[in-house]
Structure formats: C-alpha cells, structure tokens
C-alpha cells in the first residue's frame, strides 16, 4: 500500500548534471575547505556562476531565481529529524556521497510513536526537485554525508513545491 506519493515529496529532474557535481567533488576532497555551521549542518558555498553552467539551473533560473547554494556535509552516525523547512517551501538537492548508508526520508504520523515513510534513493549525478514542506528526515551513518543542495530567493511563503513542479512539467525538465 502506498501511503505516501513520491511526487508529492519529489522528482528527479532529467537533465545530470554536468558541471556541479564535479565542482562540488573538488569541495569535498579539498582537506583546506573551510566549512561553515548553518541550521544543523557544515556548509561549503557553492558560486552562482558555477550553479548557472548547468543549463537546466540556469534555465529554472530565468523562471525561479535562484538565491544560492551550497555542499552540505552531515558527520557521521547523525539523524537530522522529522521537520519541514521554516523558510524554503522548495529546494534542489543532489547527493554527493555514495560510498556508505544514508537514507533521506519522507514521512506522515501513523500515531503518537509510529510515521509512515517513503525513501528518496537518490541516482548519482541527478538533480530532485525538493519538497521541503512534506515532513522529512536524514539519517546518516557511518561517513561523513555531502549534499549539494539550493535553495531559491522566494522563501515558504511565497514558492511552493507545487508551483515549481508544474512550471518544469510544463518544460518538459522531469
């Protein structure tokens, strides 16, 4: 039984990417990186000149501008718990690491103690549209975990999942 629909929480963009992946991969690997604190990670910022050399950014760009974006590393053996986003109503995320176990979850109560939930199995390389209204989780274990994740200047208030997935539809991007 499905109870919780994967296109509602979100969707993976056709488009790999072609720049940022490497460029973040530099990131990672650079034992220089200064990585600052933000709301529960460590983050490395990504420039906006590198986001925009993937065409399908640059293209989202010209309809949803685009704020920033960044690498964000979890530590090992860290859960970042149920929540929604206070600010981004929608983000793009791609994961980086995939040499250990980390599971990005989406989730609905069943109870007070129990939530259903649906895994995002992210595919190397590929950019999701991001729901980050739906109620969602992160558990890493035992490497550190990378994300290149962006975030866009409408904050909850103002963009929406829904909006964004129906404009890329309508483009023929997922």
């Given at each position: 039984?499905?109870?919780?629909?994967?296109?509602?929480?979100?969707?993976?963009?056709?488009?790999?990417?072609?720049?940022?992946?490497?460029?973040?991969?530099?990131?990672?690997?650079?034992?220089?990186?200064?990585?600052?604190?933000?709301?529960?990670?460590?983050?490395?910022?990504?420039?906006?000149?590198?986001?925009?050399?993937?065409?399908?950014?640059?293209?989202?760009?010209?309809?949803?501008?685009?704020?920033?974006?960044?690498?964000?590393?979890s530590e090992a053996y860290q859960n970042y718990e149920?929540?929604?986003?206070?600010?981004?109503?929608?983000?793009?995320?791609?994961?980086?690491?995939?040499?250990?176990?980390?599971?990005?979850?989406?989730?609905?109560?069943?109870?007070?103690?129990?939530?259903?939930?649906?895994e995002l199995k992210y595919e190397p390389s590929t950019?999701?549209?991001?729901?980050?209204?739906?109620?969602?989780?992160?558990?890493?274990?035992?490497?550190?975990?990378?994300?290149?994740?962006?975030?866009?200047?409408?904050?909850?208030?103002?963009?929406?999942?829904?909006?964004?997935?129906?404009?890329?539809?309508?483009?023929?991007?997922?």
């Open positions: 039984m499905e109870r919780i629909k994967s296109v509602n929480c979100y969707t993976a963009l056709k488009e790999k990417s072609s720049v940022v992946a490497d460029y973040c991969q530099k990131i990672i690997e650079n034992k220089n990186a200064v990585w600052y604190p933000y709301i529960g990670w460590d983050v490395n910022l990504v420039p906006r000149e590198v986001v925009l050399q993937e065409p399908v950014l640059a293209k989202i760009n010209e309809q949803f501008t685009i704020n920033r974006a960044a690498v964000l590393m149920w929540h929604t986003d206070q600010y981004r109503g929608v983000c793009i995320n791609m994961l980086l690491s995939y040499d250990h176990i980390s599971h990005c979850l989406f989730g609905v109560k069943k109870n007070e103690t129990n939530v259903y939930f649906h950019f999701y549209l991001f729901n980050n209204q739906f109620p969602h989780s992160v558990i890493n274990f035992d490497k550190p975990r990378y994300l290149f994740s962006l975030e866009f200047a409408a904050t909850a208030d103002d963009l929406l999942y829904p909006e964004i997935y129906k404009w890329i539809k309508s483009e023929n991007l997922i």
